[in-house]
């Protein structure tokens, strides 16, 4: 019975290949109208590996069933950061026990923000900047929790299939210099995220609190940016990605601090004004006060 209902779904993959094949090139132009040509590569390459991965799964694999405890964030004056839980179950086939060679990544991913790097040189006891390169495509927030570290859990190939674990983010640089120094200043822009908390991995950071109920906390610091995050949690079985589920989270400023926000980026001319005028004006104030004393 296993073996005819295994055949059963390969030809309805068989099936299906044709028409995924009509579609995907509708799909890679929509997504080419509606996001940044420079995302458009990445986006295809992400949404086929999702579909690969639905499609080629095991049909008696076991399912995965995740959610947030909040999917909005709102940034106020008095924002200080805060703890999101991400929690779930792994619900096993039918007529089947849990497998005990399961292991679980969860990835929490902020919007794509461009980083600039300079390096430093000391010239005439003055350091001044040089070498400068322009990232593009890394994630301004980056979380992942795994069961264990990442290189036990699956290949590389596959860990750079979905991007888990920094060193296996995408991204593109500008700049005149080649691969092997560019590397260098990647590395850098890492250091420098994992220091402010916006990059974090913890090869445990995954708590069960039954055979198949887990969770994780992740923490989200005060210089978050701003915008739509994905939470995905990943279940691998023998290196394989069996099961994945995606969530949505917003992270929004709010009140006073959301209408100077929108007011500096679709008015940045008389935002500029106003903010030199209101300083002149302070000055000014400040120098009659002081000089009355």
């Known amino acids: 019975m ?6 059963r779904t390969q030809n309805v993959i068989a099936g299906l290949v044709p028409a995924i094949h ?34 080629i799964a095991p049909a008696h694999a076991d399912d995965l069933i995740s959610g947030l405890s909040t999917d909005l964030i709102q940034i106020t004056s008095n924002f200080t950061g805060t703890d999101i839980v991400l929690f779930g179950a792994i619900e096993p086939a039918a007529n089947a026990e849990p497998a005990k060679d399961q292991d679980l990544v969860i990835v929490v ?19 001044v900047n040089r070498d400068q390169v322009v990232f593009t495509g890394l994630p301004g927030f980056y979380f992942l929790a795994s069961t264990r570290p990442l290189d036990d ?12 674990g920094t060193a296996n983010l995408e991204s593109t640089y500008k700049g005149n210099m080649d691969a092997e120094k560019a590397a260098a200043f990647r590395a850098a822009v890492i250091r420098d995220r994992k220091r402010e908390r916006l990059y974090w991995e913890s090869p445990t950071g995954i708590e069960f609190l039954s055979r198949t109920l887990f969770r994780a906390r992740i923490a989200i610091p005060a210089a978050v940016p ?9 279940l691998f079985q023998d290196g394989t990605v069996v099961s994945a589920q995606s969530s949505p989270l917003f992270i929004d400023k709010s009140g006073f601090e959301r209408r100077v926000y929108n007011y500096a980026y679709q008015a940045s001319f008389a935002y500029g ?15 009659v006060v002081f000089r009355q004393r």
């Open 2 to 7: 296993r073996r005819t209902g295994s055949n």
């Open 22 to 55: 009509a579609h995907w090139r509708r799909i890679c132009v929509w997504i080419g109208r509606h996001d940044d040509r420079r995302r458009t590569a990445s986006s295809c390459v992400r949404l086929l590996a999702f579909l690969i991965t639905v499609l």
């Open 109 to 127: 991913r902020g919007p794509q923000v461009d980083m600039t790097v300079r390096r430093k040189e000391r010239i005439l006891g003055i350091w």
């Open 153 to 164: 859990i699956a290949s590389l190939p596959t860990l750079q299939r979905f991007r888990l």
């Open 226 to 234: 701003p915008g739509e995050y994905r939470a995905e949690a990943y």
């Open 273 to 287: 004004f106003a903010a030199v005028l209101m300083a002149f004006a302070l000055g000014w104030a400040g120098f």
